[in-house]
């Protein structure tokens, strides 16, 4: 009865998130259309237009066969961009197994890898010690799912992970500090330096290596040695020795601060990682401890949720031409998970005084449903919050849900997150299939489809403002991975099967001439500046800038003297 109690309760504010965020207009995970529909496989979707180089166009697109994996260029047997404003029109390119018409030579389909378009990926992963983590068989196929996964990396790709519990860990390229998954707010005063370091482009104090050493060099000025880390291999190596603990996982920090014992039924018997025990001795210390650092300017721990740094290290760390991504394998748990336990031991003060089992029992339930309400609706603000986020800044969000552990309405919260920015959701029911939907994931990272090819415009036609597009698709059951099967069992033809998800972009203005030249202006100056390095670029500037300002200063002062002369002249005929 609790738990389909919870379940009432939990659907409603993510419906609202839902209604909400439909009625202010479809959230996306870039801010040139709207995001695609909840994944119904086998999908074709859209992902992302670029049309900055009008009449080129890229665009990023996901095919997914009936089982959720990435179908390979040559299994298609035909895909077609289409104009969804004139659907009857010929369509913008067509591709058969991954090669362009005749008409349309110079087109190329590719995946993501060797169209050279690396990926600026966060992976965030349960580490606290629930039972099936810590000594059952989840945490063991957790870990060897994530190993196998990480080697769909591709070279150029950057990735960090975030370990999270009652703490949040990341892995740092600080000196004295990559050994393991670090704590980031342990860690904060370094990784704010390091940041400031970066962003200046001068030597990296905290960095290692020898600039003598070439298979060793130190890192290049403008790395931030907290961000996102080259190093794939060193991540995922830290994430497969990283060990489950911590009972108040942060996954999204919703509700009351984890050390406010104000929060529980009763001060919970385990420690909270970092503060220490829930004792009103040491919470007052603590307490102390944070007002002299909010004296000071300093960031308070267990704040920021696992989620809010993921997206906040992409937005600091990202570079053009990057695809930002989120992993997220997760039971969706956010906050103390032997809550239920301890307000049975310890009933709250509504509940106390009732003898009656049976009311006891539904007492605490109706208790806990509330709690779960209220996190509901400050998820509702949390999410539409994210979501706008992630749209403004075209991070796409990919969620594998760890069913075994998780409940109904957290797991629906990553679900959310992961279809609303234009991303992915899948479930791994059971412990089984746990490495086969990481898997899949990564799988469909590395096989996203790059299309690249010109818009052909009729002569005199205006230019378009916006495009409206999407994929008209049809697999080849001989070649596909993954055979599609028709309800009588037979192999068919997955043709009129595959939904397809539409996607607009507005196209950039034209460029007037004054545009393209200081557009080719900043190119050169760029290009100098990479040649001469940072420093140097820096250092010539202002030699540069000095220099002008004497001949400068020497030209007026020529000009006064010749306007000196000019006026004494006449002066002395007079006389």
């Known amino acids: 009865m609790m738990r389909t109690t919870l379940r009432r309760w939990a659907a409603l504010p993510l419906l609202l998130v839902a209604m909400s965020a439909s009625a202010a207009g479809p959230l996306a995970p870039a801010s040139d259309g709207p995001s695609v529909a909840a994944v119904d496989l086998p999908q074709a979707r859209i992902d992302a237009i670029d049309a900055t180089q009008w009449p080129k166009l890229r665009i990023f697109a996901t095919v997914l066969d009936a089982t959720g994996r990435p179908v390979a260029p040559k299994a ?7 104009d969804a404003k004139k659907p009857s029109a010929p369509p ?3 591709f058969r197994q991954g090669k362009p018409d005749e008409a349309q030579k110079d087109a190329k389909m590719q995946t993501r890898d060797k169209a050279g378009v690396p990926l600026a990926a966060m992976v965030v992963v349960s580490g606290y010690q629930h039972e099936s983590l810590r000594s059952g068989t989840l945490g063991p196929r957790l870990r060897d799912a994530l190993s196998a996964g990480w080697k769909q990396f591709a070279a150029g790709d950057r ?12 892995s740092h390229a600080l000196k004295g500090h990559m050994g393991a998954l670090d704590d980031v707010e342990t860690r904060q005063d370094a990784c704010q330096t390091a940041l400031a370091e970066a962003r200046a482009g001068v030597e990296l104090s905290q960095g290692v290596g020898d600039p003598n050493d070439k298979d060793n060099p130190p890192p290049s000025p403008g790395t931030w040695l907290c961000g996102l880390q080259d190093d794939a291999k060193r991540v995922g190596g830290q994430v497969k020795a990283a060990t489950f603990k911590g009972h108040f996982p942060r996954l999204f920090a919703l509700g009351a601060p984890f050390y406010d014992v104000k929060r529980y039924c009763a001060p919970p018997p385990e420690e909270l990682e970092g503060f220490g025990p829930f004792e009103a001795k040491n919470a007052a210390r603590q307490q102390d401890v944070r007002d002299r650092d909010a004296t000071a300017g300093k960031p308070l721990p267990f704040v920021a949720s696992a989620f809010d740094e993921a997206i906040q290290t992409l937005l600091l760390d990202a570079r053009p031409g990057e695809e930002p991504i989120i992993v997220l394998v997760s039971d969706g748990r956010d906050g103390y998970f032997r809550e239920l ?6 009933p709250p003060k509504s509940c106390q005084g ?21 996190s509901q609706v400050e998820f509702k603000a949390r999410a539409t919050h994210w979501l706008g986020v992630l749209r403004a800044a075209g991070i796409r969000v990919f969620a594998v849900g760890l069913g075994a552990i998780g ?4 797991l629906d919260r990553l679900r959310l997150l992961a279809e609303r920015s234009g991303g992915t959701w899948r479930l791994a029911a059971t412990e089984d299939n746990i490495g086969s939907e990481v898997l899949a994931t990564m799988a469909e990272l590395s096989g996203q489809l ?11 036609a205006d230019r378009p403002t916006e495009l409206k597009l999407a994929l008209d698709v049809e697999a080849d059951p001989a070649q596909a991975r993954v055979k599609v099967r028709l309800p009588d069992g037979h192999v068919g033809d997955a043709r009129d099967k595959f939904r397809s998800a539409m996607r607009q972009a507005t196209i950039p203005p034209a460029l007037t001439r004054r545009e393209v030249v200081e557009r080719a202006l900043h190119s050169k100056i760029a290009a100098a500046q990479d040649f001469l390095g940072y420093r140097t670029y820096i250092a010539l500037g202002w030699a540069l800038a000095i220099v002008g300002s004497v001949m400068a200063l020497a030209l007026v002062v020529l000009i006064v003297l010749k306007i000196v ?6 002066a002395a005929k007079g006389a």
């Open 354 to 374: 009732l003898t009656d089992k049976q009311a006891l029992k539904t007492c605490i339930g109706t208790f806990l449903d509330q709690r779960v309400a209220a």
């Open 76 to 82: 298609l047997k035909k895909l077609a961009v289409v």
């Open 565 to 570: 002369q000019r006026v004494r002249k006449p």
């Open 407 to 410: 409940r109904d309405f957290e």
């Open 159 to 170: 990735v960090n992970a975030l370990w999270y519990g009652d703490r949040l860990y990341r």
């Open 450 to 460: 790059v299309l690249d090819f010109e818009s052909a415009q009729e002569e005199g």
């Open 341 to 346: 336990e301890l307000c049975e031991a310890h």
């Open 92 to 94: 913008l390119v067509r």
